[in-house]
């Protein structure tokens, strides 16, 4: 008999385990309560100017061309993956400039002509070796495959435990490579990638700059929004059937076994596997029914545990966005462009934003112009500007809807200020925590779900197999292995396949 899968949530990790489900010959139906694909992978257009509104930069290529080789499709059919030069270019207040490449010479040339010394790129060298060792420890056994046990944990030959670097944070890490600050400031920053705190989360983030700066970044020819619409063709493809404008309402089990769910108006779908993409925390909270889990019995026979379970689990930072039409094209920006706050205030940002819970008051700024690859996504001489700075998850500390346009005003004017960005920019639309709340149904406006300030970060997310449902799997950031486009694809592909195992096992 013909076995059959619903996907609650057409993001990335969604998309993922239904294009694996589908390969595997069920019948799989994808709900989601927005009327498009991609989750957090979205877009908006206006008046000519077009923005992702989501992740704007892809990584680690090679998991997606081999989700599409695995279904024996070629991802340059689908999509036009555009390598980035430079990533990023990254600017300071005193004025110094320096454009990341992930070729090794050129990025000698390039810190060179930014003032740095020798010193300081041999530095960056000895960490991003010592970054690629990290990668190496933990792809096979973190990164392509479900969630551990500390058993197998503990059965890693001893120099890699030692390569994951877990029990010191990123910024002793780091620091213990380079002291030049404004280096030290840039790798710090990749934390702020998955929503943590350098000065708190284990060293073994640091695989992130590995990922980016040496193995580089790509654009879809488009933009990024593109890729949710290639993997929604391929699941087509393959048959999956998508129901858009279709919330979840509860996930319903019977004895500890998923029977379906409830959507719309509650109104009844049966399946033999319910894979959620939904924010893992939200979904404990709203669609799984304390009655129908056997909870603590279960959970101590399996020795899994489930950070839900745990009190208050610390979510991710959040951001504020400003989706802006500005009127000058300008030339010293790139595609990536990040506009450091002082060197004396990184400290404090980082502070404000994870331990006092308000709004950086001197933030790092992030500023994508896409329309610097792909020019038809700004009117003729001027610039489609997604700019970004990290925040707190909602709290009582902060009122976005009172606060957002003054705080806009203010991070526009540091940008003209400090940085000399001249011109006048329109806002045409603010994306606070309450609106990654509202829209996504996430943990208090979280984007990368829990946190990962904490020494063993990486046992904290949620395994992608429930430990107390029989039938239900999670995908997405906000579960193993982890946030950031990639991860979805190995989430979801992770579900997909704790799923397939477990219908050979039981039937």
């Known amino acids: 008999?013909?076995?059959?899968?619903?996907?609650?949530?057409?993001?990335?990790?969604?998309?993922?385990?239904?294009?694996?489900?589908?390969?595997?010959?069920?019948?799989?139906?994808?709900?989601?309560?927005?009327?498009?694909?991609?989750?957090?992978?979205?877009?908006?257009?206006?008046?000519?100017?077009?923005?992702?509104?989501?992740?704007?930069?892809?990584?680690?290529?090679?998991?997606?061309?081999?989700?599409?080789?695995?279904?024996?499709?070629?991802?340059?059919?689908?999509?036009?993956?555009?390598?980035?030069?430079?990533?990023?270019?990254?600017?300071?207040?005193?004025?110094?400039?320096?454009?990341?490449?992930?070729?090794?010479?050129?990025?000698?040339?390039?810190?060179?002509?930014?003032?740095?010394?020798?010193?300081?790129?041999?530095?960056?060298?000895?960490?991003?070796?010592?970054?690629?060792?990290?990668?190496?420890?933990?792809?096979?056994?973190?990164?392509?495959?479900?969630?551990?046990?500390?058993?197998?944990?503990?059965?890693?030959?001893?120099?890699?435990i030692f390569k994951i670097d877990a029990l010191r944070n990123m910024h002793a890490a780091i620091s213990a490579h380079t002291t030049n600050p404004k280096l030290i400031q840039l790798l710090s920053r990749f934390a702020t990638y998955v929503g943590s705190n350098p000065f708190q989360s284990p060293a073994t983030l640091n695989v992130i700059a590995h990922v980016e700066l040496s193995m580089g970044a790509w654009y879809p020819r488009g933009g990024v929004y593109q890729l949710a619409l290639a993997l929604e063709r391929l699941a087509i493809e393959k048959g999956v059937q998508f129901q858009y404008g279709t919330p979840c309402q509860r996930i319903v089990t019977a004895n500890g076994v998923t029977k379906g769910v409830l959507v719309g108006d509650n109104n009844p779908l049966f399946g033999d596997t319910v894979i959620c993409d939904a924010d893992h925390t939200w979904a404990h909270e709203n669609l799984i029914s304390a009655a129908s889990t056997k909870e603590s019995n279960l959970r101590h026979k399996h020795h899994e545990r489930d950070p839900i379970s745990e009190r208050s689990p610390e979510p991710s930072s959040s951001g504020f966005v400003m989706l802006m039409k500005a009127s000058i094209n300008h030339a010293e920006l790139r595609h990536h462009n990040i506009f450091f706050c002082p060197q004396n205030s990184s400290k404090t940002e980082y502070s404000h934003i994870f331990d006092k819970l308000i709004p950086p008051t001197d933030p790092t700024i992030y500023v994508c112009a896409t329309n610097k690859?792909?020019?038809?996504?700004?009117?003729?001489?001027?610039?489609?500007?997604?700019?970004?700075?990290?925040?707190?998850?909602?709290?009582?500390?902060?009122n976005w809807s009172v606060d957002s346009i003054g705080y806009g005003q203010e991070i526009d004017s540091t940008m003209t200020s400090r940085f000399g960005l001249s011109g006048s920019r329109e806002v045409v639309q603010y994306w606070t925590p309450n609106t990654f709340q509202s829209t996504y149904n996430g943990n208090k406006g979280a984007i990368y779900g829990i946190s990962s300030n904490s020494r063993l970060a990486a046992f904290k997310r949620a395994a992608n197999r429930a430990p107390d449902i029989r039938g239900l799997y999670f995908s997405g950031g906000s579960v193993h292995p982890g946030g950031g486009v990639p991860l979805a694809v190995l989430s979801g592909t992770a579900a997909a396949l704790c799923a397939i195992s477990d219908f050979d096992r039981y039937g």
Do not use: C
Not at 137 to 154: D, G, H, N, W, Y
Not at 373 to 396: C, L, Q
């Open 1 to 160: 008999m013909t076995k059959s899968a619903i996907i609650i949530g057409a993001g990335i990790g969604g998309l993922t385990a239904a294009i694996k489900l589908a390969d595997a010959g069920m019948l799989v139906t994808v709900v989601e309560k927005l009327d498009r694909p991609g989750g957090k992978m979205g877009e908006y257009r206006l008046d000519g100017y077009r923005w992702d509104t989501g992740p704007s930069v892809i990584t680690m290529k090679h998991i997606f061309a081999a989700l599409f080789a695995e279904s024996n499709r070629r991802i340059e059919d689908y999509i036009e993956l555009v390598p980035l030069d430079p990533i990023t270019r990254y600017r300071w207040p005193d004025g110094t400039l320096l454009d990341a490449v992930s070729d090794q010479d050129s990025m000698h040339v390039n810190m060179r002509q930014s003032g740095f010394s020798n010193k300081d790129i041999d530095g960056y060298d000895k960490f991003l070796h010592y970054a690629g060792e990290i990668y190496s420890a933990v792809r096979l056994p973190f990164l392509e495959r479900s969630q551990p046990t500390i058993k197998e944990i503990l059965r890693l030959p001893v120099r890699d």
């Open 373 to 398: 690859t792909d020019t038809k996504h700004a009117p003729e001489g001027r610039s489609n500007w997604f700019v970004m700075v990290n925040a707190p998850y909602i709290t009582k500390y902060s």
